[in-house]
């Protein structure tokens, strides 16, 4: 799912109808793609834990489309959107969370461990703070290279607390890095209340270090992807890093074990009212007169492009133990 | 050719590796403006620029996590973190993220990353600036550890490390910056172990300032007849096994000295191999190591902590004369 949106950075912001669709579809994917995994996961398909990013696709989506060829995103355990909206392919993935060699990373990596240099995606780390670290890595290159390439951190609101947070976004906003940072907080640190765990806010922290902050609203795509426009041009421009807080909300548990009930009363029915495919269809047929008809259709059609790739997941081989060459070190 | 200084070897090597690849940066607390606490790095800022050799925040995370990023990103970061105490402060990305790249990726990228630290003890530093990390990242698959004991070693490797397409953690001992040493324009294999004193009754193994207390070693052992072979493992990870086996399986016997904590260390590991793959050519096979305890501040306690030269030497003639009285009047 290359996304069109990706080339239109230097264009109006303005949604326009293609655009706005392909976004959609795009969150749909991600969406389905999650629903299949989980699915397989209770067929015993997908093995150890998943954890889904059902009900942020919005953050993904909005980010991923306004960046260019050369940029880098670094993505979380709940990575899959993340790698989906940087372009790697639903079945590459699929056949990843199944442990196949034709997976992404030849079933190696599995779930929390997605990497795809050719995509940019310069891997989904298991440690949460770990995708800061590395797109602030990449940003020190990218600065070095005077290629104009951003790099993007996705994490959640519980690294804030974790050493990861508060070295690299100094050592960023110390460098000026081309570094744009995406906290996502979906207001749980694992089962966690964030705000039983934390001291003042999240976004007070990047702030006091001088680093351009601004909080969004992470389940409407355009939200996201206006202000990812701004940031990724701030931070192209050599003006150094920009801190974005997307607010948001999973729909599912921290991860497969988890049944949320952690959850406040009448909680997630508020937040499935906003759920960001609905934000979205709602903005279609208001503003381009897309009927409803059309989005169940592409709906039904991003479906059954998941259950191929289930299927040819299932059928791809499994990497063979005696075959597999691998070498501690490159040589 | 004039002997240098161990710390004016690894300014070279950073120099001319500066000089020869625009990817090479290198980056760390107090090294580029002030020249490194041990007075290592001093020039390099100046020649090659605020872009290439800059200072840091106290953030060894962010330091180890800035050189994975940018060596997959395409550069060949070299960063130092100032005491190998302060590893621990930087380990995850090193282990989580640098070591396992190269596999977790399919092989898709390496991580061409040095990670340069001062580490040992013997120098009144105290337990939290004395330690050898070793034993937390031999473990490690997936990152390399070069331990040089000579100037020439010291540029040569260095410059191996950076050349290298896997993270490399290159240790200097403290104790050896102010050694003098001849240094070549070589640049040396990483993995290859070194016989540095040839003899056929004793095989000793050791690695940086170990090495030269086993050479002293040797000298005390030859006056009293016995002649020691002595290795310089210049690398720890990967482990040359196959010079330390040739060696043992001429002399019989291997004595492996480790300043580093004896549990969990390369001495027993090396002890693994040779019982593994030569068994049937022990006499005898043993270590000599520091206590497991912290590292004591106070100097009769430090100096009584290390196993130097004489202690080396009696231990040696010690065990020969056990089974075997080699040595007309040797202390058992």
Known sequence: ?331 | MSDIEFRHAVRDALDEELARDESVIFFGEDIAAAGGVFAVTTGLYEKHGPDRVFDTAISELAISGAAFGSAVAGLRPVVEVMFGDFLLLALDSLINQSAKYWYLSNEQASVPLVLRSAVGGGGRFGAIHSQMPITWLLGVPGIKIVCPSTPGDAKALLKAAIRDDNPVVFLEHKRLYSIKGPVTEEVAEIGKASVVREGSDVTIVSAMKGVHDCLAAAEILAAQGVQAEVIDLRTLRPLDTDTVLTSTKKTNRILVVEEGPETGGWAGEILACVVDQALEHLDDAWRLATPDRPVPYSPPLEDAFYPDAQKIADSVLGRMTQGEPLIAGAAR
């Not at chain 1, 150890?48 to 909005?62: D, I």
């Not at chain 1, 609203?217 to 920009?242: C, F, L, T």
């Not at chain 1, 049944?259 to 997630?268: D, F, I, S």
Request: net charge negative.
């Open chain 1, 1 to 331: 799912m290359t996304s069109k949106a990706a080339v239109k950075e230097s264009e109006s912001t303005a949604p326009d109808r293609e655009l706005s669709l392909d976004l959609y579809r795009q969150m749909r994917v991600i969406r389905s793609f999650e629903e299949t995994v989980q699915a397989l996961f209770l067929r015993g398909q997908v093995h150890g834990t998943t954890h889904l990013y059902t009900g942020q696709e919005a953050g993904a989506v909005g980010v991923c489309g306004v960046l260019r060829e050369g940029d880098w995103v670094a993505g979380t355990y709940r990575g899959h959107g993340h790698s989906l909206a940087k372009g790697v392919t639903a079945q590459r993935l699929m056949d990843e969370m199944l442990g196949r060699s034709t997976g992404v990373c030849g079933g190696r990596g599995g779930s929390m461990n997605v990497i795809d240099v050719e995509r940019g995606l310069i891997g989904c780390f298991g440690i949460i703070g770990g995708s800061i670290a590395a797109a602030t890595g990449v940003a020190v290159a990218a600065k070095q290279q005077g290629r104009q390439a951003v790099a993007v951190a996705f994490f959640g609101e519980g690294t804030s607390n974790q050493a990861y947070f508060h070295e690299c976004l100094n050592f960023a906003q110390v460098l000026k890095l081309p570094v744009v940072f995406v906290c996502e907080n979906n207001l749980y640190m694992e089962f966690t209340p964030i705000e039983d765990v934390t001291a003042g806010e999240i976004i007070a922290r990047p702030q006091a270090m001088g680093i351009r902050s601004e909080q969004v609203d992470g389940n409407d795509v355009w939200a996201v992807r206006a202000a990812a426009e701004d940031a990724v041009a701030h931070a192209r421009s050599g003006q150094g890093p920009v801190f974005i807080e997307s607010l948001t909300y999973r729909f599912v548990g921290h991860s497969r074990s988890d049944p949320a009930r952690y959850r406040k009363e009448g909680e997630l029915d508020r937040w499935r009212e906003r759920d960001p495919l609905l934000v979205a269809r709602a903005r279609l047929s208001e503003e381009f007169g897309v009927p409803a008809e059309s989005l169940d259709a592409l709906d039904a059609e991003v479906e059954a492009e998941l259950e191929l790739v289930a299927e040819r997941a299932m059928a791809a081989p499994y990497p063979d133990p005696a075959t597999e060459m691998a070498s501690e070190f490159k040589a």
